[in-house]
Every structure is written in structure tokens, then in C-alpha cells.
């Protein structure tokens, strides 16, 4: 029998390709205080970071911790970071190479380096010195090319938001808010925590889905983006009124635009959902011309962001050629050393 049946593994993002660029919350998802380890690891595409972080998901939740798995906001299918926690412990691994760079905040009292670039054969790699150099230029121009194309949906979306904005009833979602959200939460702090269900990248817009247990009182949210977004960021408002401890879950596109808030204390999810509660688009009451702006600046975005998922996916295309190489120079027996190693070490700590 399945002891952890009953369990789930969370999995968020916590990073984003942005209308702004490259978006990193890593300092909100991973502070070293709150850990009893960080293993951060370093060295190069392909050298089995993500593999290595499965392996270590896998046998932490064997072990009955509670896990969260961070994935890659262009590449849903690969990790960058595992948290896991037992007995009011938590450790956790990283990703710490570019584009969130991260080393060792507070050296081995917490934060420990792992790099797997010492179990790779240099010879080899500089060998194909000239391939590996022609690729990174090559992914280089791919993402700045995309995030051209994303800052112009960028300013699509601006003029979008800004009529949702000015039409929006915010006395009349207050009311609404208030019927749900609570008067008051015992024994909170008003801590925020932040991650990502959305991404945007190689197969363009991208959604995990928050897990729901059982206990948890669902709030479904329906409407445009923005008119729900406009009705969460309400809902916020009061929360932290109230000082309740909650998780937020900012836009990929859009960091200061909402997709979800769960209220702990309460078992309170409120999110973005096709089979809803509320329907946001009550608040907002648009004119024959405004929406005529916004279909205007809606085919701008859709058209660059287009652009933007095509240039993502030769941008990954691209990192794949590199991680080829760079697995060819690897000796992953010494990773899974690294495996064995370090789960006796964590079974001590947890």
C-alpha cells in the first residue's frame, strides 16, 4: 500500500518570460533562511541538472515530504528547482545557472554548491569550442529577438488593461469580494508567498494546474483576463488588510497582473476558472468604442506574441543542439554519486 497516496506534488514556475524581459522570483520561492539546506547546482546545458532533480523529487516524496517541483518557464517539460519538506524541515535544490543565476547566500550553513561541470570531460568540450561558442551567440539572438517581439505585446496590453481599467466598478467587486473573504484570520502573520501557475515560452502560453485537496473551498473567477485579474487584485487588497497568510500567483506576461490567490488559514482558493462563481466582467461596463480599442491592440498582441512563441522555440531548439553536446562530454555515473550521496545526507537532515 501507497503511504502517499494521499499526497500530491505541488508544481509551480518561478520565473517568467515577460512583456518587461526575463521575470526571476527565485528570492521569494528560496530564501535560504527558510531552509535547513539549499543545494545549488551548477554547469552547463545537458549536464543532467534536471534529471538529477527528478531523481531527487522521487525519493524525497518516498520518504513522506510534502514536494514542490519549479519548472522551466520555457521548457515546461524540465525542472529548476525541487523543495521538499518533513517534520517542519525543508531543503531544497536549484537550478543556479543563468538566466537566475543564484550561488551561495549563506555558505555552508546553508547553501552548498553542487557543480556537475566537474564530472564532464573538457578535452571533448574544447574540442568543439567553435560549435558550442556559434550556438550560445545563436540562443543568444533567438531570446532577444523574442523579447522584442514580447515587449511590443507588452504595450498592446497596456492600452488593453487601461480601458479595462478606467470602466472598472470597484465599490461593486468589493461588495461582491466581501461576501466570501473572511472578517478576520486567527492566528496569521500577513506572510506572502509567490509562485507561478502560467508561463510563456517555446509552446506559448502554458498552465499547471494548482492542486485542489479535497477540504479546500474553491472561488472560480470567469471573464477576460484583465476584468479578472481587477477583481483578484481586490480580493488581495483585503486580505492583506487582514493580515492573512497567502500565496500569490502573478501573470507570466503581466507580473503585476493576477491569476490566483490561496488564503492558508482558511483553505481558501479564489483562481482563474472556465466553470465559475463569479463572473468578473460584471464590474467592467465597456462602450461600443472601447471595445473597438481593444480589438485593435488585441490583434497587435496576438500577432506579436506569435512572433515572440516562434522565436522561443528556435531559442530552445538551439539550447537542445547544446545540451547534446555538452551530455556527450558527461560522466553521469559520477552524477548519480552525487544522487546517493546526498540522499543518505538528506534522510539525516529531514
Known amino acids: 500500500m501507497d503511504e502517499n497516496k494521499h499526497k500530491t506534488i505541488k ?15 527565485f528570492d521569494k520561492v528560496f530564501p535560504s533562511e527558510d531552509f535547513k539546506r539549499i543545494y545549488v547546482l551548477k554547469g552547463g546545458p545537458g549536464t543532467g541538472k534536471s534529471s538529477l532533480m527528478k531523481k531527487f523529487s522521487k525519493a524525497l516524496y518516498d520518504i513522506e515530504c510534502d514536494v514542490e517541483e519549479i519548472y522551466c518557464s520555457s521548457d515546461p517539460s524540465s525542472l529548476d528547482g525541487v523543495i521538499a519538506s518533513r517534520n517542519g524541515n525543508k531543503i531544497a535544490f536549484i537550478d543556479g545557472t543563468a538566466p537566475h543565476e543564484r550561488d551561495a547566500i549563506i555558505p555552508g550553513a546553508v547553501d552548498e554548491i553542487i557543480n556537475l561541470g566537474n564530472n564532464w570531460d573538457k578535452k571533448w568540450l574544447i574540442a568543439k569550442r567553435d560549435d ?3 550556438l ?16 511590443i505585446a507588452g504595450q498592446a ?3 488593453i488593461k487601461f480601458v479595462y481599467l478606467s470602466k472598472f466598478n470597484e465599490l461593486k467587486a468589493k461588495t461582491k469580494a466581501e ?5 478576520l ?3 496569521s502573520t500577513g506572510k506572502i508567498q509567490t509562485r507561478l501557475k502560467s508561463s510563456f515560452g517555446r509552446y506559448g502560453e502554458f498552465n499547471l494546474e494548482i492542486q485542489e485537496s479535497s477540504d479546500k473551498k474553491i472561488i472560480g473567477v470567469g471573464g477576460n483576463d484583465n476584468s479578472i485579474s481587477l477583481f483578484l487584485e481586490v480580493c488581495l487588497s483585503r486580505l492583506m488588510q487582514i493580515s492573512a497568510d497567502i500565496t500569490v500567483f502573478p501573470s507570466a506576461l ?3 497582473s493576477l491569476d490566483a490567490i490561496e488564503l492558508h488559514n482558511e483553505e481558501l482558493l479564489i483562481l482563474k476558472k472556465q466553470n465559475c462563481e463569479i463572473d468578473a466582467d460584471e464590474f467592467v461596463l465597456l462602450t461600443e468604442v472601447d471595445k473597438e480599442r481593444i480589438k485593435t491592440s488585441e ?8 512572433e515572440a512563441k516562434r522565436w522561443f522555440k528556435i531559442a530552445s531548439d538551439i539550447h537542445f543542439r547544446l545540451e547534446g553536446i555538452y551530455s556527450q562530454a558527461m560522466n553521469f555515473e559520477k552524477n548519480d554519486r552525487i544522487f546517493e550521496e546526498k540522499t543518505t545526507e538528506l534522510k539525516n537532515i529531514l
Request: contains cysteine; proline residues 4%.
Open 179 to 183: 461576501t466570501f473573504l473572511p472578517k
Open 136 to 151: 550560445c551567440k545563436e540562443k543568444s539572438e533567438s531570446y532577444k529577438t523574442a523579447y522584442q517581439y514580447l515587449q
Open 299 to 306: 490583434a497587435i498582441r496576438k500577432d506579436a506574441l506569435n
Open 254 to 256: 503581466d507580473p503585476d
Open 185 to 187: 484570520c486567527l492566528n
Open 11 to 25: 508544481k509551480y514556475f518561478a520565473a517568467a518570460n515577460s512583456y518587461r524581459g526575463f521575470i526571476n522570483y
Open 157 to 159: 496590453a497596456k492600452q
Open 132 to 134: 558550442i561558442i556559434a
